[in-house]
């Protein structure tokens, strides 16, 4: 008969196996630079003045307009027009500045009335643009649609529950105008070729959220966030809050390395900008809860769990590549 200590060392190599052949199949399986496929009818938006498809331009592009607002939306019929009507009083109101710009409303494969919403307001306003994927793709993937196909100097996505008020842009705006030492809107095409990202952050909050939560979300929500922190990213407090900034430049490098498309897509778009050396700065900014969140409190977290853990070892075993942009 085997002793116990040859039964432990074969039990140990098993498992050692085990974990080898697992780190192999990911590394196998895994795309190494992410392929960006969209359905035909995905490159395309319907002009409601002249009801005629037009082509949506490439980040690639150079920049035609001073900010570009990306808006993901899955069966947001109820909570997009609000939001839009908020949004959008503020971005006229800035117009009469100089201030050009354009929304993208992005319908993740929405089965209710957003599309037709989005469309409505596309015929009032000619700033409007609607991307109508024909699956869902999950936030991220919208988002980062939503930024491949934007004219911007500028690129913000805003969640479409309306939860931070549009006129904290303004708060996003300086932080931008403290990191490039001048303001997009005056100098667009440097915008377009420097490296930032602003994020809104509701760090600032905490203590409140916290005497309203139960202890097992508190649990689900500390866990996440350490995980973050010892995976991904440092020196972020809060990597979720749907409210972020960035130049057209970061927006292309990031946003075209982008793999994840579900809730955790924010992790992996902050870690590649610390990985390349993007500034990166987060500024506190207004949130109220809406009714309506599309977070499901478990499963959600562990599925962001889950892809943390991917995201730090695809990346650390080399499955995952960054395509880093040539200096010039």
């Known amino acids: 008969m085997l002793s116990l200590g040859c039964l432990l060392c074969y039990g140990v190599l098993l498992a050692a196996l085990v974990i080898i052949l697992c780190f192999v199949v990911i590394y196998v399986t895994s795309e190494r630079y992410p392929r960006i496929s969209r359905d035909e009818s995905e490159k395309f938006f319907l002009d409601c003045n002249t009801k005629r498809r037009e082509a949506f331009p490439s980040l690639h592009d150079p ?3 001073h900010l570009s607002v990306i808006i993901p939306a899955y069966n947001e019929e109820q909570r997009l027009p609000p939001m839009l009507d908020e949004c959008l009083e503020y971005l006229e109101e800035r117009s009469k500045s100089g201030l050009t710009y354009e929304v993208i409303v992005v319908s993740d494969g929405s089965r209710d009335k957003t599309v037709d919403f989005a469309h409505s307001y596309a015929s009032i306003y000619n700033t409007i ?3 109508n994927l024909v699956k869902n793709r999950g936030k991220g993937g919208a988002v980062r649609l939503g930024m491949l196909s934007a004219r911007g100097s500028a690129l913000l996505f805003a969640d479409a529950d309306g939860a931070t008020k549009f ?12 990191v490039l030492g001048f303001d997009y809107t005056s100098k667009p095409e440097e915008t377009a070729l420097s490296d930032a990202v602003i994020c809104g952050s509701r760090a600032h909050l905490e203590k409140e959220e ?8 508190l649990f689900l929500m500390h866990g996440f966030h350490f995980l973050v922190w010892l995976l991904c990213v440092r020196g972020i407090r ?5 409210f972020k900034l960035l130049t057209r430049k970061s927006a292309r490098t990031i946003f075209e390395a982008l793999h994840v498309e579900r809730w955790a897509f924010d992790v992996e778009m902050l870690y590649i900008a610390q990985t390349l050396n993007i500034p990166v700065t987060e500024i506190a900014v207004n949130w109220t809860e809406i009714e309506g969140s599309k977070i499901v409190p478990f499963w959600s977290w562990l599925q962001m769990g889950r892809d943390l853990l991917l995201i730090w070892l695809r990346y650390k075993i ?3 590549k960054i395509n880093k942009p040539k200096t010039t």
């Open 63 to 65: 920049w035609s307009v």
């Open 129 to 131: 643009r609607v991307l």
């Open 167 to 178: 006129s904290d842009l303004k708060k996003l705006d300086e932080s931008l105008t403290n």
């Open 210 to 217: 916290t005497a309203k939560r139960s202890y097992f979300r």
């Open 238 to 242: 809060d990597t979720q809050c749907g």
């Open 318 to 320: 080399g499955a995952w």
